[in-house]
């Protein structure tokens, strides 16, 4: 805990580094803090007995009138579902016709989060474009140092949603074909943010608008809004009863604890999805629904509000307090109090952080070996995807065999089908969830793709 009233005169506190110092609690006073924390962060008032906020979607809708903007829509092909936010607002989550704004913490740290996206996906035959034409949103930059600036985010932001919206042209189909789905929690919460700061500024539009305008990425000579900003794990809890549709593995003895990320819910929070049927309305819905559509136990925990600890900052300049906060304030609570067999989570950094960092409590008496997993692995997982080519449990630092044999599978027999099938591709014989032809929509190695009337 930090001191503020230790503060020198023109010393600025970022959070991190040497002024975090001990305010001096006794253990008495600093449980007292933190039972409070506990109860009061339990129910759904913690993020709206505030100032009411005000929906940024009637600017838009305002700014589009005026001639300023124009909206990507989502329309009856994308065929939407309606859910409702913390205040009750509607939210549309487009459920077909996707167009996936990858992570690049995915795809670089846990390759499985993706691919059991798409092969559940596959599997309940959802039209979706997956293709290479897109950046990192920098918002890790951005949040993690400090040197980025709102104007460089807004163009990325812009950049890859126009994107999205003239992608299907390389297939002879109409702009606005695809919408996109971002995969990323912090891509999530940046782009939202983002928006948010575009519809209220008209300078920043101005700023931007001439970025864009020489990267080709105007419509009309306007600036391309999304309608909605929609995350995967939104189209997963839309998506749940279909899923179960598609389930094989009995998955009703498992104890699972959601991790819910900040960037998701915490992060422009009028935005995050809420349902009375999931903790009776009194927690971000997304994950958790999934996880009890597919007839698992969620188990309740004290510390379900806290972050991972990875804090963006905190996992660059103090790595030890990230490791720490992890293992003693989620790991720790949900293996000793919750008795947990499995966290789940619906973020890069969550994931990453949960889950890799529980190999330096080994050398300090705290091997709790958690399996943590993304909302869409475990789903995959239950619906038959092979745990190594697809779920790739491998790539994970904490163990999931023991979690597989809870769910019946056996994993050695598994991880030898998955071995022989390491030394096919090495031959040359590659396999794809996806045809990749449909990656490249433009450029060099661009070849098009007949649509089929």
Sequence with gaps: MTDYDSKQPGERFT??????????????????????????????????????????????????????????????????????????????????????????????????????LLWLMNRMEIEYLDETDQTSCTAWNYHGSGIGNIESLAA???????????????????????????????????????????????????????????????????????????????????????????????????????????HVYKMVPEDAIYDDDVMDGNRVAVSTSVMQELGAQVIDYKTWYDCCGFGFRHIISEREFTRSFAIDRKIKVAVEDARADVMIGHDTGCITTLDKNQWIGKAVGKDYALPVLADCQFAALVCGAHPYKIVQSHWHASPTEQLMEKLGIDWQAKKVEFEAYLKQVEAGHQDNLYDPRLMITSGPGFIPIEVQK
């Design 15 to 116: 959070g991190h580094g040497p002024e975090w110092r001990d305010a001096g609690l006794s253990q008495s006073d600093a449980a007292t803090a933190t039972v409070w924390v506990e109860q009061i962060i339990d129910k759904r008032s913690m993020l709206t007995n505030k100032d009411r906020v005000s929906d940024v979607r009637d600017i838009m809708w305002q700014l589009e009138k005026d001639g300023e903007i124009v909206v990507h829509r989502i329309n009856d092909g994308h065929r939407p579902v309606i859910a409702k936010t913390l205040y009750g607002w509607d939210k549309k989550v487009p459920t077909t016709r996707l167009w996936h704004h990858k992570s690049c913490g995915q795809c670089g740290n846990i390759p499985g989060y993706p691919t059991s």
């Design 156 to 262: 990325v932001f812009l950049r890859n949603f126009h994107q999205a919206y003239v992608a299907g042209r390389s297939q002879g189909l109409p702009d606005g074909y695809y919408f996109p789905l971002v995969h990323c929690g912090t891509s999530f919460g940046n782009y939202k943010e983002v928006r948010g700061y575009l519809l209220h500024s008209a300078k920043l539009r101005e700023s931007v608008k001439k970025i864009l305008g020489k990267l080709g990425r105007l419509v009309d000579g306007k600036l391309l809004i999304p309608e909605e900003v929609v995350h995967y794990s939104e189209w997963l809890h839309m998506q749940r009863r279909e899923i179960r549709n598609h389930q094989e593995i009995d998955c009703s003895q498992v104890r699972a604890t959601i991790h819910p990320a900040c």
